[in-house]
């Protein structure tokens, strides 16, 4: 049986880089199409309702701007433990309602976490009032799409081979 997966971009849409998140999601869904195994959600700014589809799923797959102190347009990932490691030790300065740790957090005292999990975080340049990602995080989408495909692609081979 195939893993139910969600791919989940996180960002506001007004907020120049902020919204690099759901710009990738966007990318990955006109990219793949429609299927039975993946769901593509835009969480915006995330909410406590998120907690329903991901305690639904068998992966999860997060995109979103995240802070390295790296160079603007970084795309760095992190797989199940790092994930839960690097929410943990990097509660962001957000504009989002509820954070993705609070998220996890929910999603464990109900025993729904995914076991396959993955954040992938793009380094902002800027988060200001704006409606289009600057040049440098624009040009880091691609990348981002690369390293989401690369997990998705592994994901689907494990559900196919716990047929």
Known sequence: MALKILVMGIGNTLLS???VGVVVMQALAAELGASDDIEFIDGGTLSFTLAVPISECDALL???AARFDTAAGTVRHFEGEAM???LGENRKGSVHEVGLVDLMAIARLGEHWPQQRALIGIEPA???W????TPVVAAAVPRACDVARDI???WRRIGHQSR
């Not at 704006?130 to 990602?133: F, I, Q, S």
């Open 84 to 86: 839960d490691r690097f």
């Open 152 to 154: 998705l692609d592994r």
């Open 130 to 133: 704006g409606e289009a990602l």
């Open 126 to 128: 800027e988060v200001s």
């Open 17 to 19: 880089d902020e919204a």
């Open 62 to 64: 997060v995109i979103d």
